[in-house]
């Protein structure tokens, strides 16, 4: 007898996907257009780029949907999928496209996309995978390799945001699966004062240009966080014309299509910066909605998490909570100010389409886990 019944998808994970997938659709229609109008292209063009992968991603989390948990589970999946993303990242070092200025990207039959993104998936179902079940202190080193490894290949690229969310999605799995919650604690406090250390050891080198050339942005970026308007038509300009965005926003917008800082202000506006134009277009109430709705999804992997008796498949729901919870609150964070603009993308939102079918297919594997019923007796052996 089956011991896996099937019921109805968990609307509370779906239906917030859907509804951030079409607004962030029409926001980056609403971007770009006017741009690629003056340059004399088509102003659909991203927009239908866009628009087929997201289509492309519904149809692969289809397909997952019916896919049986125990091939999802496989050690081959995990490790395939991280042999991918690390393979990905030394091909940037090699022969990878540099855009404004940074070597982040592959491209593979004409699709460009940032390994670090197939990694950062990769790792968690790895993890998950690996802690499935406790492990002795003597085998804990594999993983840590693989983390720092995959760490310091993003962080040369240089993508200083890309290792700090790869190793937070490590700490935060490792840490629910071999430790308890009260040395959790103290070990994240003590990341917190890491980052500010190295963040004031960047100012200090910096301000005495002993800082090596790599990261000589990173300072810049910090340097700038305090008041942007100290450079704002050099390394500031962006992050001051965010804040026009925003201020021009108000609680009810100007109207969809009516952005000013989209015009020439904020270039490329439709990628890291398109949770400006939402506010400046639909106004802070109608984007604190959206940002409910993408908090919403982290929320509801967590109580999945939390309910799941399965360790392999409450740490992929913690693992994808994380990632979703950390890039949206950099993203934000960077554009109100409180952080270094990093050109981390809105999930669901910012333009990408690799970016959001890699981030759809981590939620289409949550889907498919959150659809079962288990039994109470069903153990993990008998589900696999």
């Known amino acids: ?61 289809g397909i997952i949907y019916h896919v049986k948990s125990n091939v999802l589970l496989k050690s081959i999946v995990a490790k395939g999928l991280l042999a991918i993303g690390l393979v990905s990242l030394l091909l940037v070092k090699i022969n990878g ?34 802690f499935r079940k406790k492990r002795a202190r003597h085998q804990l080193w594999r993983p840590g390799v693989l983390v720092l490894l995959s760490g310091l290949l993003i962080l040369l690229q240089p993508k200083v945001t890309g290792a700090i969310i790869i190793w937070g999605i490590a700490f935060v799995l490792i840490t629910t699966a071999e430790i308890p919650y009260q040395l959790s604690l103290l070990l994240f ?12 050891m960047i100012l200090f080198l910096g301000s005495h240009e002993l800082l090596p050339q790599l990261f000589a942005h990173t300072y810049e970026r910090i340097r700038l966080v305090r008041d ?41 506006a439709e990628t890291d910066f398109i949770y400006s134009i939402m506010v400046e277009e639909l106004g802070v109430i109608v984007a604190l909605i959206v940002l409910a709705l993408i908090f919403l999804i982290a929320l509801r992997l967590f109580v999945l998490a939390a309910k ?53 297919v981590a939620l289409g594997i949550c889907l498919k886990f959150a659809s079962e019923v288990r039994s109470n007796d069903e153990t993990f052996e008998q589900r696999i």
């Open 1 to 61: 007898m089956n011991m896996i019944k099937k019921r109805k998808i968990d609307w509370l994970l779906l239906l917030p996907y859907l509804g951030v997938s079409l607004i962030g659709l029409l926001m980056v229609f609403s971007a770009s257009s006017y741009r690629l109008t003056t340059e004399g292209k088509n102003p659909l063009s991203l927009f239908s780029k866009q628009a087929i992968f997201i289509l492309l991603s519904w149809l692969l989390i």
């Open 97 to 130: 496209v540099t855009i404004n200025g940074a070597q982040r990207w592959v491209s593979i039959f004409g699709i460009q996309f940032q390994p670090s993104e197939v990694t950062n998936v990769a790792l968690i179902l790895y993890l998950a995978y690996f």
């Open 189 to 200: 406090l003590g990341l917190i004062v890491g980052i500010v250390l190295v963040a004031g």
């Open 228 to 268: 942007p308007f100290l450079d704002s038509y050099g390394q500031g300009f962006q992050m001051s014309n965010s804040y026009y965005a925003l201020y021009n926003g108000g609680f009810l917008g100007r109207g969809l299509g009516n952005s000013i800082t989209k015009k020439g202000y904020l270039p490329v």
């Open 308 to 360: 799941e008796r399965c360790q392999q498949v409450s740490l992929i729901y913690f693992g994808v909570g994380t990632l979703i919870l950390l890039q949206t609150s950099i993203n934000v964070a960077s554009i109100l100010g409180l952080i270094p603009m990093t050109g981390v993308p809105l999930p669901f939102i910012s333009y990408g389409g690799t970016s959001y079918l890699i981030l759809s």
